[in-house]
């Protein structure tokens, strides 16, 4: 088809708009095997982790993320992705990477007080009920024996090989 310029006409085609939040969160386990968990102003505690920007990886965000919240490094090479999880939850798509690290080095510290009120080790058998929805999916994904003590999350996950 053309136009009255002689031109062919080119169809447009629709960009899709965004629809979801690609994320990790990062189980950081201790030489002790404690886990560690930070506590929101709502009272709630989650693990480290955020949106993984464009162009990262999952590892590599993982990795920022945890330097950028706790002051805490890993290579990226020492984060091992365990699932995706999809959220089945209302409103906006959650992608998110379940993932874990024993690697992290240095000593947790506040450095987002907007966000975090405080850094704490628990042993897993010990972690408080009160989760953020995401971070419960993850420590499902990393240790399907603490289910029943974890607050139910529905997720549907792919684990990695």
């Known amino acids: 088809m053309t136009t009255p310029n002689d ?3 080119r169809p447009v085609r629709a960009v899709p708009q965004p629809n979801g939040v690609v994320g990790v969160g990062l189980v950081v386990t201790g030489a002790d095997g404690r886990v560690l968990l930070g506590q ?6 989650e693990l480290p982790g955020g949106k993984v920007d464009p162009g990262e990886s999952f590892e ?62 628990f042993d897993p058998e010990g972690i408080p009920g009160a989760l953020y929805a995401p971070s419960t999916a993850v420590l499902r994904a990393w240790r399907p024996d603490l289910g029943p003590a974890l607050p139910p999350e529905p997720s549907y996950d792919y684990r990695t090989p």
């Open 7 to 9: 031109q062919p006409e």
């Open 60 to 121: 590599q965000a993982a990795a920022r993320e945890l330097a950028e919240e706790t002051d805490l490094r890993v290579a990226p090479g020492d984060v091992r992705i365990l699932a995706v999880q999809l959220s089945p939850a209302a409103g906006v798509t959650r992608l998110t990477a379940a993932a874990v690290t024993t690697a992290a080095e240095g000593t947790p510290r506040v450095t987002e007080p907007h966000k975090i009120q405080r850094w704490q080790w």
């Open 40 to 45: 929101a102003h709502d009272g709630r505690w």
